[in-house]
């Protein structure tokens, strides 16, 4: 199928595991300020015949020359674009952070356009649509928005600010996630035909259990789960085997069922 350049999926999707004939395909979406790279080692802890691929925002890696996209709107429009072709096999998502707000709004786009509903929804740190609470640090300017990097606990992001070459080099695509997470307004969930995982660390101040349990409505199939982890907003850097093994056994069970 032919894509203008701007949507093709070798310019967002960074194949960290490709499968002959893959069984399932693992789509996975950064954090704020964050790289697809952060997923290059979860091929260790997952099948073969499972696929994963990390998106690549603008901005970033090798697209940092690219101008950043700061408006969910825009963002999840062009990824869906790109994955649109690989809707009709077996796609997950996993999320982390803003990731996860990424993860659901291009699910919920892919399902709008094609009907074909995704095999699973792993969201990560972050709230349902309906109970987000968006942030204005955004506004106050560029030492604002590091001390909030600084705060969640980013360890990657943190030894790059303290860099000041590297700083300036980053600094636009964290800025332009600040907007487009500060302008990502709370609304009703649009429940997908999709079941639903969500994950928290158990030391994390952004992201209450309670409230990552109303992850719940996200799903019009009833099946919702969710795991409490050891750490703070990161705690997926900490210990990524433990929570991807978690993924490997909701993607078996999605085989099996599909």
Request: net charge negative; hydrophobic share 40%; charged share 25%.
């Amino acid at each position: 199928m032919n894509r203008p350049a701007d949507v093709s999926p070798l310019k967002w999707l960074r194949w960290y595991r490709k499968a002959a004939e893959p069984r399932l395909r693992l789509v996975c979406f950064p954090h704020a300020g964050g790289a697809a790279s952060v997923f290059r080692d979860w091929p260790r802890w997952l099948p073969e015949d499972i696929e994963v691929i990390g998106v690549c925002y603008p901005g970033r890696q090798d697209r940092v020359m690219e101008p950043c996209v700061d408006e969910m709107g825009a963002l999840t429009t062009r990824i869906a674009d790109a994955l649109q072709g690989y809707a009709g096999g077996r796609l997950a998502f996993f999320g982390h952070s803003m990731g996860a707000s990424v993860a659901y709004e291009v699910a919920l786009r892919l399902q709008q356009r094609t009907g074909a509903p995704l095999a699973w929804l792993f969201v990560s740190g972050q709230l349902p649509p309906h109970r987000v609470v968006p942030k204005s640090v955004y506004r106050r300017g560029d030492d604002a928005i590091v001390d909030e990097v600084r705060r969640l606990g980013d360890p990657d992001a943190g030894t790059v600010l303290d860099d000041p070459d590297l700083r300036e080099l980053v600094l636009p695509a964290i800025r332009a996630d600040f907007h487009l997470i500060g302008t990502y307004l709370p609304r009703p969930v649009s429940p997908l035909a999709t079941p639903v995982t969500a994950y928290v660390g158990d030391g994390d101040e952004e992201v209450p259990v309670e409230g990552l349990k109303e992850w719940a409505a996200a799903t019009a199939t009833g099946r919702f789960d969710h795991r409490v982890y050891p750490g703070g907003h990161f705690y997926l850097l900490e210990d990524p085997e433990a929570l991807v093994r978690d993924l490997a056994g909701h993607l078996t069970t999605a085989s099996v069922a599909g």
